[in-house]
C-alpha cells in the first residue's frame, strides 16, 4: 500500500520551462491537494480537488494549474517557471473533504534558475 | 494575514518531560483541528485530531486541547522522547486546510 505517491522527487528548471508534477493515491480517497511547503511559512494550498471531476483554487494559485485526471491522479502544472516557485511541493489525499484527515507524499523539491 | 500561528518557531525539552506545543487562530467557524508532525525529507503525516465539539482529545502519549473561546489549540507530548524531534504542523479545517508555520521540536536526550 503506496498511500500518496509524488514524482519526480527533485527538479531543476530554468525560468521560462514548464513541467507537470505527478501525484497519486491508492486509498481510494475523494479529495486531493497540493501545497508548496517555503521556510517560514509553513504549507499554503496551491489548489485542491473536493472529489472527482471538480477543481479549486486555494491560497496561492497563480502560476499553476491542475487537473484531476481520475480519482486517483491529480497533477500541478507550471507553464512557465519563475524562481519564486522555487520550493517543496507536496500532494495530498483525504477520504472526504470535511472533517478528516490528510495523507501526504514525500513532496518534490523544486529549484528554478 | 496569517488565520493559523504558531508563535513559537522553535522548542526544546528535555527527554522525559512533557512537551506543550501552542497554535492560535482567527476564524471561530473553523471546525475540525489537527496536528501534523514532519521528518526532514518526508511529507508530514498526521498525528492526532479534535472536533470542534470536544475540548480535548487523547491518544497515548498525545493530548490535544481546545479551547475555543480563546481560539487556542495546543499539543501535549508526555513523556516527550528524542523520536519526537520534528517539526509539528497546526491544521484548521473551514473551507479547507490551513496549517500554521510550524514549530521545531528538539528533544533531547
Known amino acids: 500500500n503506496a498511500g500518496v505517491t509524488q514524482t519526480p522527487k527533485f527538479q531543476v528548471l530554468k525560468t521560462g520551462q514548464s513541467m507537470t508534477l505527478q501525484c497519486a493515491q491508492d486509498?481510494?480517497?475523494?479529495?486531493m491537494y497540493w501545497y508548496r511547503q517555503d521556510p517560514g511559512m509553513g504549507l499554503r494550498l496551491i489548489y485542491y480537488?473536493?472529489?472527482?471531476?471538480?477543481?479549486d483554487k486555494g491560497e496561492v494559485p497563480n502560476g499553476y494549474n491542475v487537473s484531476r485526471l481520475n480519482k486517483r491522479e491529480f497533477s500541478l502544472r507550471l507553464e512557465s517557471a519563475a524562481p519564486s516557485q522555487t520550493s517543496v511541493y507536496f500532494c495530498?489525499?483525504?477520504?472526504?473533504?470535511?472533517?478528516?484527515?490528510?495523507?501526504f507524499g514525500q513532496g518534490t523539491r523544486l529549484t528554478v534558475v | 494575514d496569517q488565520q493559523v500561528k504558531q508563535n513559537s518557531p522553535s522548542l526544546s525539552v528535555q527527554e522525559g518531560r512533557i512537551s506543550i506545543l501552542n497554535c492560535d487562530y482567527t476564524?471561530?467557524?473553523?471546525?475540525?483541528f489537527l496536528w501534523y508532525k514532519k521528518y526532514p525529507a518526508e511529507g508530514p503525516t498526521f498525528l492526532i485530531s479534535?472536533?470542534?465539539?470536544?475540548d480535548k482529545n487523547e491518544d497515548g502519549r498525545f493530548t490535544v486541547f481546545l479551547n475555543k473561546s480563546a481560539k487556542h489549540l495546543s499539543l501535549h507530548i508526555v513523556p516527550s522522547q528524542p523520536g519526537d524531534s520534528a517539526v509539528y504542523f497546526c491544521?484548521?479545517?473551514?473551507?479547507?486546510?490551513?496549517f500554521g508555520p510550524g514549530t521545531r521540536l528538539s528533544v533531547l536526550p
Open positions: 495530498a489525499s483525504s477520504e472526504n473533504f470535511l472533517n478528516t484527515e490528510a495523507f
Open positions: 486509498m481510494n480517497h475523494n479529495s
Open positions: 480537488s473536493a472529489s472527482e471531476g471538480t477543481t
Open positions: 476564524n471561530s467557524m473553523f471546525d475540525y
Open positions: 479534535i472536533s470542534s465539539i470536544k
Open positions: 491544521a484548521v479545517h473551514g473551507q479547507n486546510f490551513v
